[in-house]
């Protein structure tokens, strides 16, 4: 017979694991398909949204992309953008 | 007892870090998102309801509704789509058609209404001037040289002019469905010849009180107010915009 222990440990893991696919999968439908149409949208990969699979910094890479990056589609006018 | 003192300071420092570092996130988080809906052409305040995660609860859930409305409602970037404006769809020239008025840019012909294969070429009768505008001279100049053909006034209609120019370079009443701009290699109701300037480059869309452009895929670009309008935008209204550009040749549109 295995140490209880052991077994505690496996299902922690076991835990762990579906615990990052349920995130995974959460994130995949909550934010991935509307920031994949964003960048779609401003002329950028959509695989970019793909970041946000990325826990913690990933969705910061793409907001920084959209928001520093030149859109390839063309951007707002600039008098929209506070009169620049 | 030092060791003591060093833990007990690096404790609060990693408080202070932890309570730091995600309103750092939070305020780096607004500030691109402010960014990104001045680019859809929303006014950036609108970024700020990236605050609305801070709603204890409720808050995150708030925000990703948010963000899906983002991804797919109509952004002013992309205009109004030509078929819902009433524009001729984006590339086409209309049919060809009587120019009841003289076309542009000319006095009305006392003569009979003349008709032609497309308007963006209209034939006019002799002795009349050429009927297109022409911007420029020859070689490679990246500035429009001189005005070379002054049209007359039509009202309604609209006046291209050039910083400096009292007189304007083209002007067009309401009758002429469509306006090609080209550059020094096409046929055009506006040549501009400059090397920035494609052929064709642009078009024109005219309707009663309203005006709209689309761009042909040039290379130099063409940008209203300062925005750069490609040809996946069609046809976009501007009827209350004041500059436009063609690659590096820079017009002001006003009504007249």
């Known amino acids: 017979m295995s140490d209880p222990g052991s077994w505690l440990l496996g299902l922690g893991l076991l835990a762990l694991v579906v615990g990052l696919i349920v995130y995974w999968l959460i994130a995949l439908v909550v934010l991935i398909i509307p920031t994949w149409r964003i960048c779609d949208r401003a002329g950028f990969s959509g695989a970019l949204a793909l970041f946000h699979l990325l826990p913690g910094i990933g969705s910061l890479i793409v907001l920084a992309v959209l928001a520093f990056g030149t859109w390839p589609n063309g951007e707002g006018k600039p008098a929209d953008r506070g009169g620049q | 007892m030092d060791w ?3 833990l007990m300071a ?22 691109m998102t402010w960014r990104i809906v001045e680019k859809a052409g929303f006014p950036g305040y609108v970024g700020l309801l990236t605050l609305t995660i801070l709603i ?11 963000h899906w409305v983002l991804a797919f409602m109509a952004w002013p970037r992309d205009g109004v789509p030509a078929a819902a404006t009433g524009y001729l769809p984006a590339g086409s020239r209309g049919p060809a058609q009587p120019l009841p008025s ?5 006095p009305a012909p006392s003569g009979p209404a003349l008709t ?7 034939a006019l009768a002799p002795p009349q001037p050429a009927p297109q505008a022409q911007i420029g001279g020859h070689g490679p100049t990246t500035a429009p ?9 039509h009202s309604p209609g609209w006046a291209l002019g050039l910083d400096g120019q009292p007189a304007p370079v083209l002007t067009f009443g309401e009758t002429i469905p469509t306006l090609t701009v080209t550059g020094s290699n096409g046929t055009g109701d506006l040549v501009v010849i400059d090397p920035s300037v494609a052929s064709p480059h642009a078009r024109f869309h005219v309707l009663p009180g309203r005006l709209g452009l ?8 063409t940008f209203i107010d300062g925005a750069q309008l490609l040809p996946i935008h069609g046809v976009r209204e501007i009827t209350a915009s004041r500059r436009l550009r063609f690659g590096t ?6 009504r007249t």
């Open chain 2, 116 to 122: 032609g294969p497309a308007p963006s070429a209209p």
């Open chain 2, 102 to 106: 003289g076309g542009f840019g000319m």
């Open chain 2, 249 to 254: 040749v820079e017009l002001t549109l006003n």
């Open chain 2, 145 to 153: 040289a001189a005005l070379t053909y002054a049209p007359a006034v």
């Open chain 2, 4 to 6: 003591m003192g060093t």
């Open chain 2, 56 to 66: 204890p609860g409720i808050g995150w859930l708030i925000w990703i509704v948010l």
């Open chain 2, 214 to 221: 689309e761009d042909s895929g040039s290379p130099g670009g």
């Open chain 2, 10 to 31: 690096g404790l609060v420092g990693a408080k202070i870090a932890v309570a730091i570092i995600p309103l750092l996130v939070l305020a780096a988080t607004t500030w």
